[in-house]
């Protein structure tokens, strides 16, 4: 079975995780930055990890709404999906996991400074495991 590929777009780095072939759990890669090479790069990995399956993050408010990071996120949804066309990509909700991430790497013991090369692809994790679970669920 092919793997999972889990973004958690930002402004600067979009946060990476990939799946076990089971599809069952979730690891984090390195973060890749927002720039003009993006899509490349993510094709790339896409090829050397074999990759099937996109799950891109969609930030939305805590009350449902869409803000600016939703609309970003949008954007980067469609570009993958027109730059990444023999695998499937998807949106999933990621709402808290930054936080729920920040919180994680600070209970390890990592400082706030430390934190920010490892928070999106922390963040990524969470939620590709989220969705990961959701296909396991009874």
Not at 18 to 33: D, E, G, I, K
Not at 105 to 129: K, N
Request: charged share 20%; glycine share 6%; net charge negative.
């Amino acid at each position: 079975m092919s793997r999972v590929l889990g973004l958690d777009p930002g402004t600067k780095r979009c946060g990476v995780a990939v799946s076990n072939t089971q599809r069952t759990m979730a690891f984090p890669r390195p973060a890749f930055m927002v720039n003009d090479a993006l899509l490349v790069r993510l094709a790339a990995f896409v090829d050397e990890e074999s990759i099937g399956l996109v799950i891109v993050g969609r930030p939305v408010a805590l009350a449902g709404h869409e803000t600016a990071s939703t609309i970003e996120a949008d954007a980067l949804y469609h570009q993958v999906g027109d730059t990444l066309r023999h695998v499937t990509v998807l949106q999933w909700d990621e709402r808290l996991t930054t936080l729920e991430a920040q919180k994680s790497l600070a209970a390890a013991g990592m400082r706030a400074r430390e934190q920010r090369d490892h928070v999106d692809s922390a963040a990524a994790v969470i939620m590709l495991q989220n969705y990961l679970d959701g296909l396991h669920a009874p």
